[in-house]
């Protein structure tokens, strides 16, 4: 009997979506502005604590759930799902709020922890945002009222949920496709502004930037910025897919995998992060246990193979930055009105014309 495997399709879609919104906003860190913020996974959990608080919360108000029902268990999550079930409007309006209030948090904080962080470059830079990004993480699962602690928060309905069976994440993936297709005109469009233009100057030197009156720390402090709400759009879009929030989900591989996105579809190449996006896409579904029950083999490994992720990301960036530091795709001029005239004006060189004597 053959297998459907349609409802693979909202999944796989669905992941796309988020990690490409991620891998635009540390590309526009790292690729343009040469900011290695490895405590990426931090602003992404901003967004998902952000739209798990405030969905969880309304909803509960709203649906005057009893006082002997607890919030963060199986019957007040239940409770969520049933009047978001019921009340369409009123889900997807705190949708749409969740994540404008994500994105605006997450850009807040990361603005606020640009300035400290900036005061150091290179290799320190990245190792205090990984610590940044680990500490968020264990507040997430110590403080209980944030986000239910090391038990999580469930009952974060899908916008959608009022649809029928299968149609629900059908529904969504489209959604998260749209706002990853508006995010990634979003980076295009900035990237080939002059703020852009900005940003790659600086990040191929500083020194000379500034010497013509560039602002550099304030032009770094407004993309970590940018990027870090861009980051919690996609925590948010996250939150809204699994229907829970649970610190332990924010782990570091998080912030790597949005660097082998990068580094391995191209360094300051958009294009390249659609390539890099659907490559970890992939990755990440095939290296779930998942799979295997999916594909009908109950062979079970004597390893928990959640660990493969960790090595075959971490043997992806090897390999780029050994064999093609440029990645798949490599970087090229940005694309403005003036760039485009210069190149009208180029023509190529006539191979049959004869040489000129002028002696």
């Not at 990984?130 to 500490?135: K, L, M, R």
């Not at 407004?222 to 897919?241: E, K, Q």
């Not at 779930?288 to 928990?304: K, S, T």
Request: hydrophobic share 55%; charged share 15%.
């Amino acid at each position: 009997m053959a297998v459907d495997f349609s409802f693979l399709l909202p999944l796989l879609a669905t992941s796309f979506g988020i990690y490409l919104i991620l891998a635009l906003s540390f590309n526009l860190e790292y690729g343009y502005a040469g900011q290695p913020n490895l405590g990426k996974v931090f602003f992404y959990s901003v967004g998902a604590y952000a739209a798990g608080a405030i969905t969880t919360r309304v909803l509960w108000a709203l649906a005057g759930a009893p006082a002997n029902v607890a919030f963060m268990q199986a019957p007040g999550a239940a409770i969520r799902q049933a009047f978001a079930r019921s009340n369409p409007g009123a889900i997807l309006g705190l949708f749409v709020v969740s994540l404008l209030a994500a994105a605006v948090i997450g850009a807040a904080v990361g603005y606020l922890a640009a300035y400290p962080a900036l005061r150091l470059r290179g290799d320190f830079l990245a190792i205090v945002l990984i610590a940044v990004g680990e500490a968020g993480r264990v507040f997430g699962r110590n403080y209980e009222p944030l986000a239910g602690g090391v038990f999580g928060l469930p009952g974060v309905p899908n916008p959608f949920a009022w649809l029928p069976a299968r149609a629900d994440y059908a529904a969504y993936a489209i959604l998260v496709l749209a706002i990853a297709a508006g995010m990634y005109l979003f980076a295009v469009r900035l990237s080939n502004s002059p703020f852009g233009r900005l940003l790659k100057s600086i990040r191929d030197d500083e020194l000379a930037a500034s010497v013509y009156g560039k602002d550099a720390p304030r032009a770094k402090g407004h993309i970590l910025a940018i990027g870090s709400g861009l980051a919690a759009v996609a925590g948010a879009l996250y939150v809204f897919y699994v229907q829970q929030v649970y610190a332990d989900d924010f782990i570091p591989l998080i912030s790597f995998a949005a660097v082998t996105m990068v580094i391995l579809g191209g360094v300051a190449n958009h294009k390249g992060t659609l390539v890099g996006a659907a490559f970890m896409t992939l990755v990440d579904f095939v290296t779930r246990p998942v799979f295997l029950a999916i594909l009908g083999i109950n062979w079970q490994p004597p390893f928990d193979l959640n660990y493969v992720r960790y090595l075959v990301t971490g043997l992806i960036i090897v390999l780029v930055l050994l064999f093609r530091p440029k990645g798949l795709l490599a970087e090229r001029p940005v694309d403005t009105v003036a760039m485009r005239v210069a190149q009208s004006w180029k023509t190529p060189a006539t191979v049959d014309e004869p040489a000129r004597d002028d002696s």
